[in-house]
């Protein structure tokens, strides 16, 4: 399929209609800046997705952390299932970056742990990307760092067809030369296997298998199978193999990058011993030299992303490839709740700069290092075409970017729902307050949150509202990911009543059963009671009819009367709208799934997991995979999904005896 197809219930209510229209207006005008001022429930991304389905470009949604990322792309898959959505962010599930720090001669070595599942996404982006038209991936903003050239990875594909005569080792050889690996006892992401006549490739972008059957040297048979049962999933004429890993090249241009790596090491090293830093210039030559026989040998080394230079024809100082240059020059780049998004970019180049300069210093790395890095914001603008900047609540470089013609508002919602009330009462008594507000909501059959400043208030706010006989928790990042799942879950099927949080609790979550939001310390200055972050704060009660918002203050400081105002504006809006059409504002009503009731998770394809049908060899690895996307899952704030995984995996374990 080429062309976006959206698949929806409901039709654009509200400002909807409105804001689509102008925004389609504009892209296909060429506005290269236009912003979405929508306020949260307004359905932002259901007027994005119908963008893309009338634009029909390919299309990059940029969000400013993986919570966020995760939600779009689950949003966007359910608008479009018959369409290349994919999902790419930051691999690593830890990552520690190589650093030094001379005051304490401290050496610290890259560390990190990679998601399998997550570099599964990243490689179905490029493939999509590669392949095919009706693109749209929602990526963080790891997105901006240097992937490795895309002429290098799409020159590196194999088509293999039906009937065509290929040599059987050569194909194995070539299938090394862009890092695939022989399976021993494992056979995963990234692997080949061969079994007699029968070669089987395991593409890092999938979880099936394609199967070739040999006929002599010719490819009699092409097959796609399920990763785990073996099961057919489909005959095909040809499939396109494309490299295991991003940073990949070939055999000449890894022995002209060890010449250029060489030239500059002894440039480095004269440099050094000139300076009378003999420490530093045998230090940078004992770690070259060691990268170098492994880049000899096998075509890849670990930190092979410092040598970026010498794989490319870039310039030195040039801007590295990224995700963004695997799309084609006419894109559209949607930034989502850009007041942080922006800035966020903006900052990265810089303190990435710094912790290079210093391993470069002292002879651990080659000055060519400096090129493995994130875009300058400046190189980041040069990619930006047709955007659209998405906020509650613009920043200043929405502003100074978007004709105000161009900022389009989306401030009544389809429910009818309009912003909250906000009140504010005296710190004096604020707790005895607090107890009888929440007195009222929980009698009311509502939730509330309470939102503190640290962590520590967090615990003993939760401490004390415990010995008033309250059903409450805490919610911090110290908590456990899993830990997380039962917390939010039990709020919303009112095991507990209140939640006790610090900035976990602005965005990011989607809790209609809240009806009452206490912010402790209002008028404190700071980033957690900024005139932005107490409008996205008050947003979390506006999912509730009868939601409003009590600040403890005992002054107006200028971000709280921002914040007041902005909301009596919007409430104003909402309002006269809902009395000129006869609107009666509706709660949003969302399922709490039951746990016990989804036993038979779908996996992989979506097929149920049926654990006779699991092969005894490839149990353990489902069960490795599986929780690996648990624990995706729990990272992004998909609780339900989570813990469905969890009781699945459990399920699997007891009828395995493992």
């Not at 691999?91 to 401290?106: C, G, I, K, N, V």
């Not at 880049?295 to 995700?323: H, K, M, W």
């Not at 401490?463 to 911090?476: C, D, G, P, S």
Request: charged letters at 30%; proline letters at 3%; one cysteine or more.
């Amino acid at each position: 399929m080429d062309k976006f197809v959206l698949h929806s219930s409901y039709q654009p209510q509200g400002d909807q209609p409105k804001a689509i229209e102008k925004l389609v207006k504009g892209v296909n005008s060429n506005q290269k800046f236009q912003t979405l001022l929508g306020v949260t429930g307004s359905g932002k991304t259901f007027t994005l997705a119908n963008l893309v389905a009338q634009v029909q470009k390919p299309t990059l949604v940029l969000a400013h952390n993986k919570t966020l990322a995760a939600q779009l792309c689950s949003e966007f898959q359910e608008f479009f299932p018959d369409n290349a959505v994919s999902y790419f962010v930051s691999y690593y599930d830890y990552y520690q970056p190589e650093a030094y720090m001379p005051s304490s001669d401290t050496y610290i070595e890259k560390d990190a742990s990679i998601n399998e599942e997550i570099n599964k996404f990243r490689h179905a982006a490029t493939v999509n990307l590669l392949t095919r038209k009706d693109v749209l991936i929602v990526a963080s903003v790891s997105c901006i760092y240097g992937l490795g050239p895309v002429e290098d990875y799409a020159a590196l594909a194999m088509e293999l067809s039906v009937g065509e005569e290929r040599k059987r080792d050569k194909l194995l050889r070539q299938l090394t030369d862009i890092q695939y690996t022989r399976s021993q006892l494992e056979f995963k992401q990234g692997m080949f296997h061969v079994l007699g006549d029968v070669l089987e490739i395991f593409p890092p972008s999938q979880d099936t298998v394609y199967r070739l059957e040999f006929f002599g040297d010719e490819i009699e048979k092409i097959t796609e199978v399920d990763g785990f049962t073996g099961e057919l999933v489909q005959e095909l004429d040809k499939v396109m193999i494309f490299p295991a890993k991003h940073n990949v090249t070939t055999k000449e241009k890894v022995d002209k990058a060890i010449a250029g790596i060489r030239a500059d090491l002894e440039i480095r090293v004269q440099e050094l011993e000139k300076s009378g830093r003999m420490l530093e210039a045998a230090r940078i030559r004992q770690r070259t030299e060691y990268d170098l026989e492994i880049l000899q040998e096998v075509g890849y080394c670990s930190g092979i992303e410092n040598y970026t230079r010498y794989f490319s024809t870039r310039e030195d100082g040039a801007q590295p490839a990224t995700l963004m240059d695997y799309f084609p020059d006419d894109f559209l780049m949607i930034v989502d709740e850009s007041h942080i998004t922006i800035p966020q970019i903006g900052g990265m180049h810089a303190g990435n700069h710094s912790r290079k300069q210093t391993l470069i210093e002292y002879g651990f790395r080659l000055p060519s290092s400096h090129d493995n890095r994130p875009l300058k914001f400046e190189e980041f603008e040069r990619h930006l075409d047709k955007t659209i900047l998405v906020s509650a609540t613009p920043g200043k470089y929405d502003y100074e970017k978007t004709d105000k013609k161009n900022i389009v508002e989306q401030v009544i919602r389809p429910t009818g729902l309009v912003d909250p009330i906000v009140e504010i009462q005296e710190t004096k008594g604020q707790i005895d307050d607090l107890i009888k507000r929440l007195n009222v909501v929980i009698k009311n059959g509502h939730r509330g949150l309470i939102t503190t400043l640290t962590k520590n208030s967090a615990e003993k706010l939760t401490e004390f509202l415990v010995e008033a006989n309250f059903k409450v928790k805490y919610l911090h990042s110290d908590i456990d990911t899993l830990e997380r799942i039962d917390i939010l879950r039990d709020l919303r099927l009112g095991v507990i009543d209140v939640i006790v949080g610090i900035n976990l609790l602005r965005e990011g979550l989607d809790l209609p059963e809240v009806a009452f939001i206490g912010i402790l310390d209002a008028d404190k200055q700071g980033f957690l009671r900024s005139t932005t972050a107490l409008i996205q704060t008050i947003g979390r009660a506006a999912r509730n009819v009868e939601g409003y918002v009590v600040m403890y203050a005992d002054k107006i400081t200028d971000a709280m009367a921002a914040a007041l105002s902005e909301t009596e504006r919007r409430r104003n809006i909402q309002i006269a709208h809902n009395l000129k059409h006869g609107i009666t504002p509706q709660s949003i009503v969302k399922a709490v799934k039951d746990i016990a009731q989804h036993r038979s998770t779908k996996l992989k394809g979506g097929k149920k997991s049926d654990a006779t049908k699991v092969p005894k060899e490839e149990r353990l690895r489902l069960l490795a995979e599986m929780e690996a996307q648990m624990d995706l899952a729990s990272q992004n704030f998909e609780f339900e999904k989570a813990a469905e995984l969890r009781d699945e995996i459990e399920r699997l374990q007891a009828e395995w005896g493992l």
